[in-house]
Structure formats: C-alpha cells, structure tokens
C-alpha cells in the first residue's frame, strides 16, 4: 500500500530501533525520508540498506538537542526534498543504567533537550513549510512509561519527559490545528528491536511476556512504523491530540494476578 507517495517525512533517531522500523515502513510507503541521527554511521547504513529508493532517502547528522542542529536539520531535509509533511519525533537519549533507581538529575538536561525542547524547536522550524503541506502531521513517540512508571528500567528523566511529550501533544494538537496540523502521539509496550538482542531472546522473558501481555508477545517496530504510517495518512485525517497505546494490551491486565501468573510459569 503506497498512500504517502511523494511525502516527505522527517524521522529523529531514525538510524536504529523503532526508529528504523519506522522509516522503512514509511519509505515502503512512497515517503521520502530525511533521517536525522547523531549516529551518522548508522544513518548511512541505515540508508544503505534502502539505497534503491536513490534520493528518496536522506541521512543528517545533527545534534538536535540544540536550536541550531534542529534548525539545520529542517534546512538541510528542505533544501534536499523541498518541503516537510510530516515530522516524527523519536529521537530520545541512551538510557544510562547508573541513573535508574537513583533521584540524581545528571541526565535530566539530556531528556529535556532531546524529548521535549526538540520537538518544540524542530516544530517552529518546519511550521512554514508545513503550512503549505496538503497533509501535514506530527507523531511524537512518546512511552508506556508516560503513565506508568518502571523505576528499575527507567530513570525519573525518561518517565517525566515521555510524560510532558504527551502533554506537548494534546497542546501541539490545540495550537496547529487552525493550520490543518494533526498531531499525535504513540507509546509503545514492550517492543523487540529489528537489529541487536531482542527483549523476547531470553526465555525468561518469554515467560513473563506471555503472562503479561494478552496478545502473548512482543511487539515489532514495523508494527509501530505502521501506527505511524496511519497517523500521517488520509485515513488519519479527523484524529488529532491522541495518545495511541500499542502495548499488546499489557496496560489493561490487573498487575498482582499477572504477577502470580508469571511466577506459576517459572516454577
């Protein structure tokens, strides 16, 4: 299904992960895809992978937790493709294990400047452009953990900053949407990465996902891509301001029975 063809989307941290997942579904798509990584290597490769879509596709390296990388990083997809349709905000810092568990605000500036203050800045940059656009959207990458929170996986940083990126949203929502900008956001469960150790490798794991999620697995960043694909598509086109769960339905199980289902699986 090509239903975004000659789009152009704009996909921070898009070298790896669900970043990845969602620049290929998204360039399968007809897109044409600017990636914006600090992980420049990985962008290359990345855009190597696809270098049968030629132009379509555009590696930037850009340090976007600063006003003048998200400027250039709007210029440089602009002055490649000519315009922006769509701007997915995914990019978030490395999670540093020695910050969770622990109140130290060591990483905080790097959560704020990546998660939120970038999407304000990148958002301002391709406004103009945007304005323009037939179909512009927005989709912030937001997290479970914006309403639950996982002190031994995650820092205070991550939590907090997921959570003010889904007020971001609903606000973004509110003050584009005279200009035709939908914007939404996705908050992925436990999701297995396409490249690397994937979270179901270990049977441990396994176990415990069964018991946990309904849909008895990990999700898949394809499948994510593919959230993201409907939310800048036509068939997206009266939601705005929303916050889609992609968890396989782990949110909605009662966390003590779930537990004891977990334990009843190892034992």
Not at 186 to 213: C, F, M, T, W, Y
Request: charge should be negative; charged fraction near 20%; include cysteine.
């Amino acid at each position: 299904m090509r239903n975004l063809d000659n789009k152009v989307a704009i996909v921070t941290g898009g070298a790896q992960g669900i970043g990845a997942g969602i620049v290929d579904v998204l360039i399968n798509r007809g897109a044409k895809i600017a990636i914006v990584d600090m992980q420049f290597n990985s962008a290359e490769k990345t855009s190597a992978c696809l270098d049968q879509y030629g132009m379509n596709i555009l590696p930037i390296s850009e340090d976007i937790s600063t006003s003048e990388g998200c400027l250039q990083a709007i210029e440089n997809t602009v002055n490649h493709f000519g315009t922006v349709d769509f701007l997915i905000n995914n990019a978030a810092p490395g999670r540093n294990r020695s910050h969770i568990g622990t109140l130290a605000d060591a990483d905080w500036s790097d959560h704020s400047n990546v998660v939120l203050q970038a999407v304000t800045r990148l958002t301002e940059a391709a406004l103009p452009h945007m304005k323009k656009s037939a179909s512009p959207a927005i989709v912030n990458i937001s997290s479970v953990t914006a309403a639950a929170v996982a002190p031994e996986q995650c820092s205070w940083s991550y939590h907090v900053s997921k959570s003010g990126l889904n007020q971001m949203t609903r606000y973004l929502a509110c003050l584009l949407g005279e200009h035709g900008i939908r914007v939404n956001a996705v908050a992925p469960g436990l999701i297995d990465r396409s490249e690397g150790h994937k979270l179901s490798d270990s049977e441990k794991n396994q176990h415990i996902i069964r018991s946990v999620v309904p849909l008895q697995r990990a999700g898949t960043s394809k499948e994510i891509g593919d959230i993201v694909a409907f939310l800048c598509s036509d068939e997206a086109s009266y939601l705005t301001g929303q916050i889609l769960i992609a968890d396989g339905g782990m949110g909605t199980k009662e966390v003590f029975g779930a537990a004891l289902s977990t334990i009843d699986t190892l034992e």
